[in-house]
């Protein structure tokens, strides 16, 4: 069975198949119960074609699994329907986006969802509940290792205990939240642009146009980097150093050549790896690596040795 088949009479069969294809052993286990759940299966008796599939997991390459060879085990005697197999696998494929993403909430992104509980206790007028989160979520961010994605959470959880200051007439709450929004906002930028701006500029070889004459780049050069970093220096020496990398990263990435970026971004990694998060630690470590071997294979053989 060809699953990369522009056959539009397969497709939605094929589409299925791929992405059941990458459900791990447990992951089809949880698939079961999912689409055996009256909640999620709106009435639907997904059962049956659930039993056959699993025995062709995960290649899904066996004739059987034909939208006609199927239709006969799952109603014997009957003459086929095209459109109740293409029902059946256009609702079982939603089934299984729905699965994956259910997936992707359950993972470590904590903080995500408990700003999504603190959103549903806040509509629904759950006061006390909402109060006792937010306080507990106070506490955690305080406990987090440094990550890239924290000021996006923070400031997006901060969104949400600004709103349920607002609509219970805390007025007097407000200034703690609405303080953090706009710093972890600012935070975010620095942290996400520089990631970008990093890909970017790595990829410049496989540019079509100049991008010293872009629109993005004429916008980022109104940005004063080395002074934002100064005030946060300061000002917050715990999201300094973090903050700072990321600079650094992008800094080296503009002049890979020079050695005060690298030296300077190899002594404040491994100063900070300890309060790091772990995908934060493979990043800036890959950096350092990415820019051992550019210079290595540009003839500089200090670098052979230090990439080691």
């Not at 109603?75 to 939603?94: C, I, N, Q, W």
């Not at 700072?244 to 190899?266: G, I, N, R, W």
Request: one cysteine or more; charged letters at 30%.
């Amino acid at each position: 069975m060809n699953l990369d088949s522009n056959n539009t009479d397969s497709a939605e069969r094929n589409i299925l198949y791929k992405l059941l294809a990458t459900f791990s052993d447990d992951e089809w286990k949880e698939f079961e119960k999912f689409v055996a759940s009256p909640y999620f299966n709106k009435g639907r008796n997904f059962g049956s074609i659930m039993k056959l599939l699993r025995k062709h997991r995960p290649e899904f390459s066996s004739k059987e699994l034909f939208k006609e060879n199927l239709y006969k085990k799952l109603y014997p005697g009957k003459e086929y329907k095209e459109s109740v197999m293409y029902s059946t696998f256009s609702r079982l494929y939603a089934l299984a986006e729905e699965f994956m993403m259910q997936i992707e909430i359950g993972k470590d992104e904590f903080f995500s969802r408990e700003r999504l509980r603190l959103a549903g206790l806040r509509s629904r007028g759950l006061n006390s509940r909402a109060f006792s989160l937010i306080t507990k979520m106070k506490n955690g961010f305080s406990k987090e290792l440094k990550g890239s994605k924290n000021y996006f959470h923070e400031k997006e959880y901060s969104k949400e205990v600004a709103y349920y200051y607002y609509e219970n007439n805390r007025r007097d709450k407000l200034t703690e939240p609405v303080y953090d929004i706009l710093k972890n906002s600012l935070y975010w930028h620095i942290v996400e642009s520089s990631l970008f701006l990093t890909s970017l500029i790595s990829q410049k070889n496989f540019h079509k146009s100049d991008f010293k004459k872009s629109l993005v780049s004429r916008l980022y050069s109104c940005i004063d980097r080395k002074k934002l970093l100064e005030i946060v220096k300061n000002h917050d020496s715990d999201n300094f150093p973090f903050i700072c990398l990321h600079h650094l990263d992008l800094t080296s990435v503009e002049a890979p050549f020079k050695d005060e970026p690298y030296f300077q971004m190899k002594e404040l990694t491994f100063k900070s790896l300890n309060s790091m998060a772990k995908d934060d630690k493979n990043y800036f470590l890959n950096s350092l690596a990415r820019l051992c071997t550019l210079r290595f294979v540009a003839g500089d053989t200090r670098y052979k040795k230090e990439a080691f």
